[in-house]
T-cell receptor, first 116, second 113 residues
């Protein structure tokens, strides 16, 4: 059972297209994350949202634009991507630390993105 | 920033054997260390985690040990089964970094029947 839902599962787009990736969770988590994973590599953090506010941007190019419209949803807007941006994009969510230390992050199944 | 090294990159064992994967981290302020299992084409799945106030944690056939002084932590899988075959990632997190996870490079575990 995947408690973090990502859509679409697969996306093929040209370099001039605009598309969005969506992530949804209903676990009451107030921290949400975007990771990028290339083949045979570990996930790399792109963005962190805490209480719907952007907390970390890991120097990601502006052609990736995150958005957190509410506590359950996280979007990643894509525009003018390059072939090297082809990867698996993973969304994750967790509770906030709340003084209890880091909380487990739960991942979605990801969107496999191919840029032509 | 944090840097996590993981060894070995590949590990082949026979069914029933034990498997050990080792990680080292660089940031002494990191205090949360999860392990994820990722099967081919699937999402990373949390299998066990440990905090810096604990030296060892077990969950059935899986255990994790932490040596804060040496900045080492290890995953131990006993009585391995073919379904344990996957890529395993360790990670470390500094509590002051918005729960950012820094992953190791991964270990491909192959369990042969």
């Amino acid at each position: 059972d995947t408690e973090v839902t990502q859509t679409p599962k697969h996306l093929v787009m040209g370099m001039t297209n605009k598309k969005s990736l969506k992530c949804e969770q209903h676990m009451g988590h107030r921290a949400m994350y975007w990771y990028k994973q290339k083949a045979k590599k570990p996930p790399e953090l792109m963005f962190v949202y805490s209480y719907e506010k952007l907390s970390i941007n890991e120097s990601v190019p502006s052609r990736f634009s995150p958005e957190c419209p509410n506590s359950s949803l996280l979007n990643l807007h894509l525009h003018a991507l390059q072939p090297e941006d082809s990867a698996l994009y993973l969304c994750a969510s967790s509770h906030m630390t709340g003084g209890r230390g880091n909380q487990p992050q739960h991942f979605g199944d990801g969107t496999r993105l191919s840029i032509l | 920033g944090e840097n996590v090294e993981q060894h070995p990159s590949t590990l082949s064992v026979q069914e029933g054997d034990s498997a050990v994967i080792k990680c080292t981290y660089s940031d002494s302020a990191s205090n949360y260390f999860p392990w994820y299992k990722q099967e081919l084409g699937k999402r990373p799945q949390l299998i066990i985690d440990i905090r810096s106030n604990v030296g060892e944690k077990k969950d059935q056939r899986i255990a994790v040990t932490l040596n804060k002084t040496a900045k080492h932590f290890s995953l131990h899988i006993t009585e391995t089964q073919p379904e344990d075959s996957a890529v395993y990632f360790c990670a470390a997190s500094n509590p002051l970094a918005f729960q950012k996870l820094v992953f190791g490079t991964g270990t491909r575990l192959l369990v042969s029947p």
